[in-house]
């Protein structure tokens, strides 16, 4: 289970937003569907996820009703707090959301367009684990309106997939990414680098076959020991090494390398996508600062500026709702210095990168000129007006953020 929730202030019971929050009509509106449920529990894994021993009275059987509540009180809040927009993004995530039935999905996109409608060519993506993918569940995804999957691939190499403690074989990946493609859905896999004893040779033939599958869109992510996992327990007992930064920095050039030759071009630091239209359009809306609502325990949401966080557990969850309570366990208003840290981190991380006129301080934009000179911003986008990342930027982003927010 992951960490303690942010601090905030009490969120009030009836979920109501303060006035101040009213949503913005021309802002996109997406949804995030958190679906908390795992077989097993990864080493590495930090997120909100639970497994059967771990639901302690919750069912995932009684799990899309509940959810659906929720859908039902947020239809409520957001129609006092403004006009309805529709989802321009939906997004089932996880856990292992193809854990539940593709008939309970669906119900749950459903209760989504009930409440707020898809605008059109809207994108609503699915988590899946490898071993949970068949012909026949995609295919009652693609008939409730679901565009794109998304498949935790992770590596190529057993070996690597056991360190993870992954349940899934190699070949399940190939054959969930061929019934996806039969299902008409554009493909992306996920992939992470840097697990102990993940070799630079091992890393490439987790891209090659990556790039065999030929999908519309590849993220690969740099594997981080969270506190509190297995992999951290095993990490500091000796069984495993520690990561190694200079070798994640090799893995992510090579990455950066084979995929621009396959086809695909980087347009966030993780993510690389064959043209702009598989781009995550879900993802980019969180970079750019869009709002969304998420749904289900431990989810996070944010609407002009307020954000919000529901309670853990899905028992907690179920009883709040079922007591006709918001599920939200706190919220906060981040000031103006913690809304511009963030908006600089997000929209750095972009392909477009970030307008230097909107940098928060003078001293900000004077720094432009070193991070050029530095190599870690692209000097023709600088020209231009535009904070870009170059490579070298990509790999040192933390560094370019905190030189455009000292």
């Known amino acids: 289970m992951a960490g303690a929730l942010p601090l905030g202030d009490p969120a009030p019971a009836d979920g109501r937003l303060p006035s101040v929050s009213s949503p913005v009509a021309d802002t996109d509106f997406s949804v995030y569907l958190h679906v908390p449920f795992c077989r097993v529990r990864c080493g590495y894994c930090d997120f909100n996820t639970y497994t059967a021993t771990e639901l302690r009275g919750a069912r995932q059987d009684q799990y899309a009703d509940t959810l659906l509540g929720e859908i039902a009180l947020s239809r409520e809040v957001l129609s006092e707090a403004g006009p309805l927009r529709p989802a321009q993004t939906v997004f089932f995530g996880g856990g292992t959301p193809t854990l539940l039935p593709a008939g309970d999905l669906a119900r749950m996109l459903g209760g989504v367009r009930d409440a707020f409608g898809l605008a059109p060519g809207a994108e609503v993506t699915v988590e899946a684990n490898p071993d949970t993918v068949t012909d026949a569940v995609v295919d009652e995804l693609a008939a409730a309106g679901v565009t794109r999957l ?17 349940t899934h074989t190699p070949a399940n990946v190939g054959t969930a990414v061929a ?27 987790s891209l090659e076959q990556a790039l065999a599958y030929e999908p519309d869109h590849i993220s690969a992510y740099a594997l981080i020991v969270e506190g509190g996992t297995k992999l951290a327990r095993q990490i500091r007992s000796g ?43 879900h993802n980019l809306s969180y970079w750019r600062g869009y709002d969304w609502w998420g749904y289900g325990p431990g ?28 599920p939200a366990a706190g919220r906060e208003s981040p000031d103006r210095e913690a809304r511009d840290l963030e908006r600089v981190l997000l929209e750095t991380r972009i392909r477009e990168g970030m307008a230097i006129a909107d940098l928060p301080t003078a001293g900000a934009r004077t720094a432009v000129a070193g991070l050029v000179a530095g190599g870690l911003i692209e000097g023709p986008a600088a020209i231009r007006g535009r904070v870009v990342l170059t490579r070298t930027g990509r790999l040192l982003a933390d560094a370019v953020v905190r030189a455009l927010t000292a």
């Open 150 to 166: 998304s498949i935790g691939m992770q590596s190529a190499v057993p070996s690597v997939l056991a360190t993870l403690d992954r």
């Open 299 to 326: 989810a996070h949401s944010h609407v002009n500026g307020l954000r919000w966080w529901n309670v853990k557990h899905p028992a907690a969850y179920a009883q709040r709702l079922s007591l006709g309570q918001s």
């Open 179 to 205: 019934a996806a493609k039969r299902a008409g859905l554009d493909v992306s896999v996920d992939l992470i680098y840097g697990a102990p004893g993940e070799t630079l040779e091992n890393w490439r033939a």
């Open 239 to 281: 069984e495993y090494p520690e990561p190694d930064d200079d070798l994640e920095a090799d893995m992510y050039e090579l990455a950066d390398d084979l995929l621009a030759a396959g086809g695909y071009d980087w347009y966030e630091v993780s993510n690389w996508a064959r043209g702009d239209e598989h781009r995550s359009r």
